[in-house]
């Protein structure tokens, strides 16, 4: 299957900093990028949707000011939690996809001390 | 209601049984049924993919989706104690948005 990687793979920071987290598409090119956040024992909840060079699309009660997302090329989207607090530490998951079929990438474990 | 109900188990088998997974959903519009495979913090991973209607069988694992009753069914033969995951059942209407089920916790005793 196609594989996708996430850097990095685990992050701790300090309240109030920003965080970027980075998707990859390494053995295809990926028209849409998903991304999303999992709590512990929840399952996954998508965040936004971002298709190369146009804007994210956000799912209803995610704040697009504060998890920018940017789709500059077909195998790279970055996911950047601005001024990140202790409720935003989660798990950040992405995917991408050229067909039918969201391939995940391993995921990024977010902390907020 | 939830678009997608899922059991969360935990689902307790000997090595070697036959386990089932299964999801019902309420929108009719779904037209794409997945089902994933999730180890502790990492990410899905796709196992079985199926469109519309039917049964599809890959190795040890058969999928089946009866859209008449919005049901779909995970089987895994022979399971393993590798086997034991979480499992999540994902489905999307022609826009391709993954909803997904709350994940079933499978562990397969040796």
């Known amino acids: 299957g196609a594989v996708v990687s996430q850097h990095p793979s685990r992050v701790i920071c300090k309240s109030g900093t920003s965080v970027k987290i980075e998707c990859r598409s390494l053995d295809f090119q990926a028209t849409t990028m998903f991304w999303y956040r999992q709590f512990p024992k929840q399952s996954l909840m998508l965040m936004a949707t971002s298709n190369e060079g146009s804007k994210a699309t956000y799912e209803q009660g995610v704040e697009k000011d504060k998890f920018l997302i940017n789709h500059a090329s077909l195998t790279l989207s970055t996911l950047t939690v601005t001024s990140a607090h202790p409720e935003d530490s989660s798990f950040y998951i992405c995917?991408?996809?050229?067909?039918?079929?969201?391939?995940f990438g391993p995921g990024t474990r977010l902390t907020v001390l | 209601q939830k678009e997608v109900e899922q059991d969360p188990g935990p689902l307790s088998v000997p090595e070697g049984a036959i386990v089932s997974l299964n999801c019902t959903y309420s929108?009719?519009?779904?037209?794409?049924f997945m089902w994933y495979r999730q180890y502790s913090r990492k990410g899905p991973e796709l196992l079985m993919y199926t469109y519309s209607s039917g049964n599809k069988e890959d190795g040890r694992f058969t999928a089946q989706v009866d859209k008449s009753s919005k049901y779909i069914s995970l089987f895994i033969r022979d399971s393993q104690p590798s086997d034991s995951a979480t499992y999540l059942c994902?489905?999307?209407?022609?826009?391709?948005?993954?909803?997904f089920g709350s994940g079933t916790r499978l562990l397969v005793r040796p």
């Open positions: 995917s991408a996809t050229n067909t039918d079929t969201q391939y």
């Open positions: 929108n009719s519009a779904f037209q794409y």
């Open positions: 994902a489905m999307s209407d022609s826009s391709y948005k993954l909803i």
